[in-house]
C-alpha cells in the first residue's frame, strides 16, 4: 500500500476536517490502516489462505446492489447512532438477523433477510457513508471498475420510516456524493476505481413505482449508465413500455432473469433478449434448464453476469459444484463473475475467484477472459474502455501480471 501522508498533506487540513466530519471512524482507519483491516466484519477473508493473489488479480464487476454492500460494523454504528432499537444485543444473533452467510430456502427470503438492513437509513448521511464504503471496499478488493445499480424508490421507502419527506433527487445526490467520496479517496491512496451508476426498478413494487423509476431514470439520464431490473421475477412483458421508453432513449438494459428455477424465471431470459432490448442478463444461471433458451443466449451472444455464491444462496442451485458456470464457460458462453450483495452474504468478489479456482481449477486465463469480457459489454463510455483493457485486462497485460506474480510461485496452482 502506497504511503498516505503525502496525499493527506497535499489535501491538508481541510481534507482532514472534511474527512472527520463525514466518516464515523477515524480518518486513519480508512486511509492508513492497511486496506484489508478495513473490513471489520469478513470472516471469510481469514478463511481463504490464499487471497491475497485473488485480490491482487484485476477486476471488473457488473453485477452489485449498493444496498447489498452495507457492512455489518456500519449496520450496527449507524443503529447506534439513530437510536434504532435492534431484535437483539447478541452480535451472533444479529448476523442472522441482517446477513445470509448460509443457504436459505428461496430468493424470497434472501430478499427479506436483505431488505431488514434499510432500517438504518435515515438519513441522507447514512446514505452517503453507504455508497461511500462501497466503493472503498470494491476498491480494496482489486476490482477496477464497478457498475453499482440501486433503486431510488427503495431509498425513497426505507427513508419513510424516518418521517422525513425526500425526494428521488435528494436520494440520488446522496448517493452520488459517497460514490464520489469514495472514489477519490481510492485515486489520493494510488488505487482508482472507475465507477458507473445503474438505476434499478423493483418488479414487486408495481406498474407506478416502476414508471416513477423510469421517469426519474430518463430525467438524469447523465447521471446514470444504464437500466436494471430486479426483484422477484415476475412476468417481464408486463412492463415492455417502460423498456420500450427506455431503449429509445438510447439507455442500456440489463434484466435480473432466470435467477429461479421456475419456467416464468427461464422464460423472462427469452423475453428479455428478444421483446425487451436486454443486452445483458442478471445472473440467467438457470438458462441451462431450456436447449431452446440456452441455444439463445449463446447465439446472441447476450452476456450473463453470474453470481455463483449468491445463487447458492438463494437456492438457485443446489450448491457450487452443480453451478452451470463452467459449462457456460467451456461453451464459449459471454460471461463474468460478479458478487451481487456481497456485504449481505458476508464475500467479497476476490474470496469467489478462489472458491471458484477450487471448484472448477478455473485459472488466470480464465479469470481474465472473464474480465475482458465483462469490460467489453460495460456500460462505461466507450472511451474508457480501451485505456482499461490496455492497462488492466488485455492479453499484454495478462502476460505481464502473469510475469510479474510467478516468481512468488503463488500462482504455480492458478
Sequence with gaps: MHSVFAS???????????????????????????KMSERIS?????QESGLAKWVALPKVELHCHLEGTLRFSTILQEAKRHKIQLPSNDEAELRKYFLVEEKVDSLAKFLQIVDRQLIIVQDFQTIVRMAREAVIDRCMDGIKVVELRYSPTGLQSAMKSSKIAVTLAEIHDAVQSGINEGAKLCQADGVPIYVGLLCTGILAKGQTDMNNTAE?????????????VAGAEEKLLDYKDIFDRVHEAGIKITIHAGELRTPQSVANIRDAIKSLHASRIGHGVNAIRDPEVYQLVKDSSTHLELCPISNVRTNAVDDIKTHPI?????????????????????????????????????GLPDFFRMNRDALSVSFIPMHLKKPLLEQYFSIEAERRFSAKHEESGQWAAA
Design 8 to 34: 493527506l498533506l497535499l489535501f491538508a487540513s481541510l481534507l482532514v476536517f472534511v474527512l472527520e466530519v463525514l466518516i464515523p471512524v477515524p480518518v486513519a482507519s480508512i486511509i492508513i490502516r492497511n
Design 42 to 46: 469478513l470472516p471469510n477473508y481469514n
Design 326 to 362: 463452467k459449462k457456460y464457460l467451456d461453451d464459449s458462453f459471454n460471461i463474468s463473475i460478479s458478487s451481487d450483495d456481497p456485504a449481505a452474504m458476508d464475500i467479497t468478489l476476490s474470496y469467489q475467484y478462489g472458491v471458484l479456482h477450487r471448484t472448477f481449477n478455473f
Design 216 to 228: 426519474f431514470l430518463l430525467a438524469n439520464r447523465g447521471d446514470f449508465i444504464g437500466f436494471d
